[in-house]
T-cell receptor, first 114, second 114 residues
Framework: AQSVTQPDIHITVSEGASLELRCNYPYGATPYLFWYVQSPGQGLQLLLKYFSGDTLVQGIKGFEAEFKRSQSSFNLRKPSVHWSDAAEYFCAVGAGGGADGLTFGKGTHLIIQP | DSGVTQTPKHLITATGQRVTLRCSPRSGDLSVYWYQQSLDQGLQFLIQYYNGEERAKGNILERFSAQQFPDLHSELNLSSLELGDSALYFC?????????????FGPGTRLTVL
C-alpha cells in the first residue's frame, strides 16, 4: 500500500517569508501527485498537481511544487506567504489506472506570524 | 466553489442509528469518491463509483455502503453508528474515470454521533 509522509505537523512562518512544505512518497513508478489546501471549516481545494512532464509545476495562489524522483519528494513552495495562506496543507498520491482513491498525508498546519 | 455539492452540511444523531449523506458531482463528472476525515485517521479514501458502478474500495467499514444513481448523484449510507464514526465526510468527483484525473472536493458533511 502506498503511504505519503508529511514530516512537519506544524510550521510557523512570518508573513512575507518564503515557505517550503515537505512531502515524500515511497513509490517505485511515477505516481500522480497533488497538493490540496483546507481552510478552517472548509473543504479541500486543489493547489496543483503533477502527472508527468515538467517536474516544476505551478499552481494557484502563487504556489509551486517540484517533483524529484531521486528523493521521492514533491515539496510545495511559495516565495512570499500572506496571512490568508494560514491553513492545513495535504499532499496526496494516486496510483492511476482509474481505480484511484487518493492516499493523503497527515497534513501540515501552517501558521503565519504577523 | 468546486461545483460538488453535499447535503446536509451538519448531521447529529445517536449511536445505533442510520444516516444517508448525499453528493452531487460536478456537471459531466462520471466518478464519485467518498472520503472520511477524522482526527484519529486523517483523510481516508472509502469508495469510488464510476458511472453507476463500484470501481474501487478503500477503508470502508461493512456498516457503510454507497451507491451512484443514473443521474450520477451518490449516497453514502452509514448504519449502526458508533461514536467513532463522528467525522467529516467528503465527496469528490472527477471527469474521465478511466484514467487518473483531478478530484474536486465538496464542502463536506460533518457527522456527530452522540
Amino acid at each position: 500500500a502506498q503511504s505519503v509522509t508529511q514530516p512537519d505537523i506544524h510550521i510557523t512562518v512570518s508573513e512575507g517569508a518564503s515557505l517550503e512544505l515537505r512531502c515524500n512518497y515511497p513509490y517505485g513508478a511515477t505516481p500522480y501527485l497533488f497538493w490540496y489546501v483546507q481552510s478552517p471549516g472548509q473543504g479541500l481545494q486543489l493547489l496543483l498537481k503533477y502527472f508527468s512532464g515538467d517536474t516544476l509545476v505551478q499552481g494557484i495562489k502563487g504556489f509551486e511544487a517540484e517533483f524529484k524522483r531521486s528523493q521521492s519528494s514533491f515539496n510545495l513552495r511559495k516565495p512570499s506567504v500572506h496571512w490568508s495562506d494560514a491553513a492545513e496543507y495535504f499532499c496526496a498520491v494516486g496510483a492511476g489506472g482509474g481505480a484511484d482513491g487518493l492516499t493523503f498525508g497527515k497534513g501540515t498546519h501552517l501558521i503565519i506570524q504577523p | 466553489d468546486s461545483g460538488v455539492t453535499q447535503t446536509p452540511k451538519h448531521l447529529i444523531t445517536a449511536t445505533g442509528q442510520r444516516v444517508t449523506l448525499r453528493c452531487s458531482p460536478r456537471s459531466g463528472d462520471l466518478s464519485v469518491y467518498w472520503y472520511q476525515q477524522s482526527l484519529d485517521q486523517g483523510l481516508q479514501f472509502l469508495i469510488q463509483y464510476y458511472n453507476g458502478e463500484e470501481r474501487a474500495k478503500g477503508n470502508i467499514l461493512e456498516r457503510f455502503s454507497a451507491q451512484q444513481f443514473p443521474d450520477l448523484h451518490s449516497e453514502l449510507n452509514l448504519s449502526s453508528l458508533e461514536l467513532g464514526d463522528s467525522a467529516l465526510y467528503f465527496c469528490a468527483s472527477s471527469g474521465l474515470g478511466v484514467y487518473t484525473d483531478t478530484q474536486y472536493f465538496g464542502p463536506g458533511t460533518r457527522l456527530t454521533v452522540l
